[in-house]
């Protein structure tokens, strides 16, 4: 009884993990650009009480094995890189990768990340950035004089400046993929970084073999659905109430067994 207290302690520990992954999720639904994640669980270490083939009476060989299990835990936290919704603006500026790959932005400290999120601004310099002012990587400036702002599914930007009847090219959209993003080391903002899970980052034009095209006023919405995220909501608290209700039964047949009289 008192093992069933403890492989229920960690039920209850492994389902808290599971709702607050699920309802991150749920917080990020509108986060532009945002993938969700899930929580993978493995069981833990079996308690071998008579192991499978063991020689019974008579020589007859057991067929299976008399093990109990100790409990769940959690072991990853994957993140699911499908494509989400892609949602019109008319914003020239906003770009959505149709496909795999993620934009390459500069931080401060001069370090490269990655990021799905394609809500892109223009700082003082005409630069494109990011919501936080990290700029694209290569870098792409739009000049004051630029009219409209165009750019093309293989990712080249172009402008229609005043007074001129052929646009000019101003810049080229590098993209960047993972043999596996899941191994991405989240760093919040929208942004991610490459790990040695994740491998090297294979860059290219967008429309190139294995790469994404570049979607211009358009936003890629988050791919968390709701529906399904509820569903799990409900299996992950039921799952946690079975588990306490393990506890107190297991309390009960303690409490019985301690008042037991000869």
């Not at 003082?124 to 990587?137: A, F, H, N």
Request: no cysteine.
């Amino acid at each position: 009884m008192m093992r069933a207290l403890f492989t229920s302690a960690t039920g209850m520990a492994a389902q808290q993990l599971h709702l607050d992954v699920i309802a991150n999720n749920l917080a990020n639904v509108n986060t532009v650009g945002f993938k969700r994640s899930r929580a993978d669980f493995q069981d833990l270490l079996y308690q071998t009480l008579r192991p499978a083939g063991t020689t019974a009476a008579r020589g007859a060989q057991v067929p299976t094995g008399l093990n109990v299990g100790l409990g769940v835990r959690p072991v990853s936290t994957a993140t699911i890189f499908t494509t989400g919704t892609l949602q019109k603006t008319d914003n020239p500026t906003d770009m959505a990768i149709e496909g795999d790959g993620f934009f390459k932005v500069l931080l401060p400290d001069g370090t490269v990340a990655y990021t799905r999120d394609g809500a892109l601004k223009l700082d003082v310099q005409g630069r494109l950035v990011t919501s936080d002012g990290y700029p694209l990587e290569p870098e792409i400036i739009i000049p004051q004089d630029a009219q409209t702002v165009t750019v093309g599914k293989d990712g080249t930007v172009s402008v229609l400046r005043a007074g001129q009847t052929t646009p000019d090219e101003v810049g080229q959209i590098q993209l960047a993929r993972f043999v596996n993003p899941s191994g991405l080391q989240h760093l919040g903002q929208n942004l991610y970084k490459p790990t040695a899970a994740s491998g090297d980052p294979v860059e290219g034009a967008p429309g190139e073999q294995g790469f994404g095209t570049v979607a211009q006023n358009m936003l890629e919405m988050s791919n968390v659905q709701i529906v399904d995220e509820m569903v799990a909501m409900i299996i992950a608290q039921r799952a946690y109430e079975i588990s306490a209700k393990a506890i107190q039964t297991s309390d009960e047949m303690l409490n019985i067994a301690n008042n037991l009289r000869r």
